[in-house]
């Protein structure tokens, strides 16, 4: 990262071509983390010890004609809407803007497990039942491309580059942002279906053993978290220090792990509104955490140090 100045001084004698004087000057160091969209972000918290949520808004999610709702997953767009997938017979995604006004319901043609912001116009989903992928315009509410997955596919992410996929065989699939290349498939512990990535790290969640666990990309454990007996932890995600967050479906809980999986902290209960909780999303950008619970009712907290 050094600046070089390149100096030529050209000789009138023939057998000279000229000297050549090349110096170096310091430039201070840049430091550049890549997030989901390219977003450039700054890590809010390095401890477990010194995470601070105060809640910013809380809202219910829409009903609409019918008066069940499922949500099992939930992103944000950078413009602060957030996207649910409500996996009840409404087969659909449900979009709130930041006034908590409902914005748009996208009908689909099976039940959502999750869905994951692609970028400002894009979402992806997963029909669990169907064993397929949809990429949705949110615009038009049309499914722009199908991909079939063999396996059924819950979980679902995008770092910017990458959509990554928790199947119930034990697996997680990488493809590219279109859905047409796939990339890799790395075996899990056990059952996954949630995970979350940061950089060259995979976080994922196992239920039916109480864990999280963190592997590289390769598939290799780097630390396994215990939780209590029968949280049954199903949604996943971190902020940029590599905080996990877990929502503990049975225990009705929020814990968050550290990055080096050896402390943990129990951040908010039933007490606080958590009632079988399995939605969760942390944004990186602006260090906010939403925690929705499955009937509907989401919490919205910045997250401070």
């Known amino acids: 990262m050094n600046t070089f100045d390149i100096h030529i001084e050209i000789s009138p004698i023939l057998k000279e071509l000229g000297k050549l004087e090349l110096k170096s000057s310091s430039s201070n160091k840049i430091l550049l983390k890549k997030e989901k969209q390219g977003q450039i972000f700054v890590p809010v918290s390095n401890t477990v010890d010194n995470i601070k949520l105060t809640n910013i808004r809380s809202f219910k999610t829409p009903k609409g004609k019918s008066s069940n709702i499922l ?12 996207v649910m997938a409500d996996q009840s017979l409404r087969n659909r995604l449900v979009i709130i803007n930041q006034e908590d006004e409902f914005f748009k319901t996208i009908q689909l043609e099976d039940r959502c497990y999750d869905v994951a912001v692609m970028d400002k116009d894009t979402v992806a989903t997963t029909l669990f039942l169907k064993n397929n992928i949809v990429i949705v315009d949110v615009n038009s509410s049309k499914v722009q491309r199908t991909i079939a997955i063999k396996h059924g596919c819950y979980g679902i992410i995008s770092t910017g580059e990458q959509l990554v996929v928790s199947l119930w065989n034990k697996t997680i699939q990488f493809f590219d942002l279109s859905g047409n290349t796939f990339f890799s498939t790395l075996s899990t512990a056990d059952i996954s279906i949630h995970c979350s990535v940061l950089n060259d790290k995979l ?17 290799e454990v780097r630390w396994k978290f ?39 902290r129990v951040l908010l209960t039933k007490d606080d509104g958590l009632q ?11 260090n906010t955490l939403v925690v929705c619970n499955l009937l509907g009712q989401c919490f919205q907290y910045k997250v401070t140090n």
């Open 226 to 264: 215990d939780c209590q007996k029968s949280d049954y932890p199903l949604a996943i995600t971190n902020d940029a220090s590599g905080n996990i967050f877990v929502a503990c479906w049975d225990s009705n809980q929020l814990v968050v792990v550290g990055h080096d999986g050896k402390e943990s």
């Open 203 to 219: 976080y994922y969640t196992t239920h039916s053993t109480d864990a999280v666990y963190s592997s590289d990309l390769k598939g």
């Open 71 to 82: 949500v099992t997953g939930i992103d944000m767009f950078n413009d602060g809407r957030i």
């Open 276 to 286: 079988k909780s399995r939605a969760i999303h942390y944004n990186c950008k602006t």
